[in-house]
């Protein structure tokens, strides 16, 4: 009797365990195990660059007259053009500046949008305004799955690729795009 307690009970556990999981951990496992990569950032950009190749990348773009350096040169800057978006008549600065990796390589950018023409007493071009559009504009840029709210927080999960969205200021509406193979390589089967 006591070896048919053991086992019910360790069923139990392993049902409790499984059906505790979160919309979202079930969402990221799934996404991790269907073997789908999606490396792609942006601009020629890829997780698993060198930071060397980040530079290049971005010192090129810069040639091209398409990116700039951004506020105190802590990151890049480019400029989205309103037929960049079928939601605004903007113009939306992109800042952005990678992760790296103990060993000098991209897992993770970090992006923040806001509108050129942002000023306080402007309601119209406020984070608020912007979210909407910023939205739009990364699921058509990433194809896949939707936005789930997880605590506040917009993700959209594809195959190894997490987009994070948030509104971060009266202004600006944060991303970050990360590599989950990197960040949850245990999650894996």
């Not at 556990?13 to 942006?42: A, M, P, R, W």
Request: with cysteine; charged share 25%.
């Amino acid at each position: 009797m006591k070896f048919y307690t053991t086992k019910f009970t360790l069923l139990f556990l392993i049902l409790v365990s499984v059906s505790c999981q979160s919309d979202y951990t079930k969402l990221v496992k799934s996404e991790l195990n269907s073997g789908k990569e999606y490396n792609t950032i942006f601009h020629g950009l890829k997780f698993g660059q060198s930071q060397k190749e980040f530079f290049e990348t971005c010192w090129n773009l810069n040639k091209k007259g398409l990116a700039t350096h951004g506020g105190n040169n802590q990151n890049v800057k480019i400029v989205l053009q309103p037929e960049d978006s079928t939601k605004t008549t903007e113009k939306i600065n992109m800042l952005f500046y990678p992760k790296f990796s103990p060993e000098n390589n991209i897992i993770a950018m970090d992006v923040t949008f806001t509108y050129v023409a942002w000023s306080p007493w402007n309601d119209k071009l406020k984070s608020e305004q912007l979210f909407p559009v910023i939205k739009d504009s990364l699921l058509k840029w990433y194809p896949g799955n939707d936005f789930i709210n997880v605590k506040n927080v917009l993700v959209k999960v594809d195959g190894n690729r997490q987009i994070q969205l948030n509104k971060s200021s009266d202004k600006d509406v944060s991303v970050v795009i990360e590599d989950l193979a990197y960040k949850y390589n245990n999650m894996k089967k």
